[in-house]
């Protein structure tokens, strides 16, 4: 019972994630009416044998006739797919750390080393940060040629300032009497950061266990530093556009939320601007200029459900909530299209679909010469180019339901597919290439469209006919 019942359970929640032993084929390419992604709304289970091992799904789902499917979990399915260009690449296997771009020149530090590319990615050439291997470190590229690197050494001692001009091939020394720290012992936590705007002028952080920030910035290279910034408040992910203008979060401890706080006086003041009445936990924030970002996150304390996505058009003050999606590792290219490493929205956020599998495999995005780059963990980079592939279908969800649950004898069932389909008249075929469980064979079955909505029918072993309607995200 246990093995049929959980490839229905699956198919529940997936018109596509079932074992099927039709291998029939059809010719003709995917009609574009099924581009674009869509959720499946509702379940139904047509007909099944009054006895054996379907039985217990039979008399859960026959009498209720069709089931809105969020009582059963959540399914996104995608039809159509991005094209990329894969390349070899030569990183560590163990490096999993977001790469700087600037341009084709890339910096991908790890440790005490730092990895540099001078081919958009390619092939990487080993250099070494100056310090020990588990110094704490930050780092901020100038140029193709110019970088900045902040490191410390155990407590007491003070943060060190570096600086090459010739990719990390050699380091001098900018200043061995930092004022900040950048090292943990035991409670004595300080986490700083260091930012750039040019060769002359920068900017240091510190927030650290005393529950205090401190900012302080430079106009002469790094060899002195003037304190801009020094109160009792928690201020993460700073960053300046300018020697004026700087953004970030407020993490507010009394409440266990965050604010999105911004300076127009060059850090010496910051104005806090709150997302919303609830609880907020921030994950990160993207902008595309001055006045047009995002910020995800989520409205619970355990960072997980349910999620957000903020939408601003003036800079920050104010704040539209745009999406429910779990959105993390952003890229946006203009005010209407962005990326993560595996959805791309074409509205602005308010809506997102697959555009590539992705199932742990492949790190953050990142901008090379204004292409999106994914790299992967088994040393490789795919390049995304303009071209479409619309014989690509996606899928991934999860079965939240107890009494599928209990029926299949597992916890939250997290599943996904990727493959191709092909259409021909009224038949499409779905052809498994990556799977989570429960798909061996391609699977043949019926489609139709009415009001927009596209509906799905199977026959699966023993005779059961399932219909599956989906609709647009």
């Known amino acids: 019972m246990k093995s ?31 581009l674009g992604s869509w959720s499946v709304d509702r379940v139904q289970l047509i007909s099944a044998p009054a006895s ?69 990615g390619r092939n990487w050439n080993l250099n070494c940060f100056p310090g020990g291997e588990f110094d704490e470190r930050e780092f901020s590229p100038i140029d193709e040629n ?34 900040v720290f950048l090292a943990a012992q035991n409670s004595n936590y300080h986490n700083g950061d260091i930012f750039f705007l040019n060769e002359s002028t920068g900017f240091v952080m510190e927030e650290n266990y005393t529950g205090y920030t401190k900012i302080f910035k430079t106009t002469n290279g790094g060899k002195a530093w003037v304190p801009v ?63 047009i970002g995002w910020v995800s996150g989520h409205l619970d304390i355990q960072y997980n459900m349910p999620s957000v996505l903020f939408k601003t058009i003036d800079g920050g003050k104010t704040w539209n909530k745009i999406s429910d999606r779990n959105i ?15 959805f791309k929205t074409t509205d602005g956020g308010y809506t997102w679909s697959q555009y590539h599998y992705s199932n742990g495999n492949v790190m953050s995005p990142v901008l090379i010469n204004n292409s999106i780059g994914l790299f992967t963990y088994d040393n490789k980079l795919l390049i995304r180019t303009d071209e479409a592939d619309n014989s690509a279908w996606f899928a991934s969800g999860n079965i939240t339901n107890p009494l599928l649950k209990q029926i299949a004898g597992t916890n939250n069932i997290e599943i996904y597919a990727y493959g191709k389909f092909r259409t021909s008249f009224d038949r499409i075929v779905f052809n498994p290439e990556l799977y989570s469980s429960g798909i061996r064979e391609p699977l043949e079955g019926t489609f139709n469209f009415e009001r927009g909505n596209l509906y799905l029918t199977f026959t699966l072993p023993e005779n059961e006919v399932w219909k599956i309607k989906l609709k647009r995200n």
Not at 6 to 19: K, P, T, Y
Request: hydrophobic letters at 35%.
């Open 52 to 120: 054996g091992e379907s039985s217990e799904l039979k008399q859960l789902f026959m009498s209720y006739g069709d089931m809105d499917a969020r009582n059963l979990g959540k399914l996104d399915i995608s039809f159509g797919a991005d094209k990329f260009i894969e390349y070899s690449q030569n990183l560590p296997r163990e490096y999993g750390f977001h790469p700087k771009f600037i341009g084709s020149t890339g910096f991908a530090p790890f440790r005490n080393l730092l990895y540099i590319s001078a081919d958009g």
């Open 229 to 291: 910034f020094n109160k009792k408040v928690t201020y993460i992910n700073i960053t300046f556009q300018d020697e004026m203008n700087g953004r970030g979060f407020n993490y507010l401890k009394s409440n266990n939320t965050f604010e999105f706080v911004t300076t127009s006086n060059g850090g010496v003041s910051w104005i806090s601007h709150p997302f919303t009445n609830e609880t907020f936990h921030q994950s990160e924030y993207y902008f595309i200029n001055q006045n």
């Open 4 to 34: 049929v019942s959980f490839f229905a359970l699956l198919f529940i929640s997936s018109s596509i994630f079932f074992s099927c032993n039709n291998d029939s084929t059809v010719g003709t390419e995917p009609a574009s009416p099924f």
């Open 146 to 179: 110019i970088l900045y690197t902040l490191y410390g050494g155990q407590w007491p001692y003070k943060a060190k300032l570096y600086k090459t001009s010739n990719r990390g091939q050699s380091w001098f020394a900018v200043n061995d009497t930092m004022p």
């Open 328 to 342: 993390y590792n952003m890229i946006f290219i203009n005010e209407n299209v962005g990326f993560t490493s595996a």
